[in-house]
């Protein structure tokens, strides 16, 4: 006897016939929150597998690693032994995958470079092996390559991105923006505020011509904003560009405007295509003022300012930042260009297309 409650697709028969599921509409109110707790719980389990099974998998390699070490080491064993057991476990196990020679001496190479297994454990296992491969090929300081590994692992960083990491050198950058923090912050906002700016940015993605004007680099930044968002760090929300701010009897414009995740704060971000000049810090200081007063809910945290300039004097920015009230931090903003140019080409080299806008613009002011 068929269930009248359900509904199927042509004639009916006592043992044979074609149901289909209820439209959405025809269920109860509570089904969506009921299907939507079954989905995320699916999604967790199926995650905790995939991470559970890759842990496993790395945890291995390490102890393969670890014994063709100790043997090595015992029997005076040379490099020969890798090819004979790589083709013995291949034999012996032809459905696995990752037993090549040039992969075992990576999980040589892996165990020689982490020997304790609890850093392993805690940390390099909860990242994929070709992860730790990028970390082994391209940093040689331990305690560099565990902060990548630490960061890639809390940012969700896929490979390619790890490594694009490594290669615009994010470990010497990042906490390096000159702030008042520890002034403006209570002690845990501040540290982790520090930790989130850097110095310099690096905006190679708005190609080789060096921009000269805040709006030239602003349109490159909104035009890249996802790269732009990966280079400020996890947690960025973007808000608005040119955000105006009317005032009775004058206009003003925020270039761009961010909200923190972490820090639940706003941030207001000023860019400058000349060097710092004392000036900018006063600006920001209305910008910020203008956000807690007019923005800010009651439960975000203070907003923060991060004006970013071309070059500037570490004394003149310290200076120009004490007795600020608002936290704000100073960097600078390269791109690849300037930075592997001899200094003295970098001012000399405006291409055909910057002299051609540089004399459009004189024009159309003269006009």
Not at 55 to 83: N, P
């Amino acid at each position: 006897m068929k269930d009248e409650e359900r509904s199927y697709r042509g004639r009916l028969h006592d043992d044979a016939s074609f149901p289909v599921a209820a439209g959405h509409k025809e269920m109860p109110e509570s089904y969506a929150v009921f299907i939507g707790e079954i989905k995320e719980r699916i999604q967790k389990e199926r995650l905790r597998v995939v991470m559970s099974a890759n842990s496993s998998m790395v945890l291995l390699y390490w102890d393969i690693g670890r014994t063709i070490i100790d043997r090595q080491e015992k029997e005076g064993w040379g490099a020969k032994v890798i090819d004979r057991l790589s083709a013995d476990l291949r034999e012996a196990f032809p459905d696995m995958q990752g037993l090549s020679p040039r992969n075992l001496k990576y999980m040589r190479a892996f165990a020689a470079a982490w020997p304790d297994r609890e850093i392993v454990q805690e940390v390099l296992a909860q990242i994929t092996w070709y992860h730790n491969i990028a970390l082994l090929e391209k940093v040689a300081d331990s305690q560099v390559r565990l902060w990548y590994a630490k960061k890639g692992l809390e940012e969700g960083w896929s490979r390619s991105v790890l490594v694009m990491q490594i290669e615009r050198k994010l470990h010497d950058r990042q906490g390096k923006a000159l702030n008042n923090f520890n002034l403006t912050l209570l002690p845990g906002d501040s540290d982790m505020a520090a930790q989130i700016f850097k110095d310099p940015y690096l905006f190679d993605f708005l190609g080789t011509a060096d921009p000269r004007r805040e709006r030239e680099v602003e349109k490159g930044l909104i035009d890249h904003i996802q790269r732009f968002l990966l280079e400020l760090g996890e947690g960025f929300a973007f808000v608005g560009r040119q955000v105006h701010l009317e005032f009775a009897t004058k206009d003003y414009y925020l270039d761009l405007l961010f909200y923190h995740l972490k820090l639940r704060s706003y941030v207001v971000v000023e860019l400058k295509s000349v060097s710092f000049d004392p000036g900018f810090v006063g600006t920001l200081n209305m910008y910020l003022s203008a956000v807690d007063d007019l923005l800010r809910h009651p439960d975000d945290k203070p907003s923060i300012g991060l004006l970013l300039c071309r070059k500037g004097s570490r004394i003149e920015v310290e200076y120009a930042l004490r007795g600020i009230q608002k936290p704000m931090g100073v960097a600078g903003w390269e791109t690849k260009l300037v930075k592997t140019l001899p200094e003295e080409l970098q001012s000399k080299l405006p291409s055909v297309a910057e002299i051609e806008a540089e004399l459009t613009w004189d024009e159309n002011e003269g006009a």
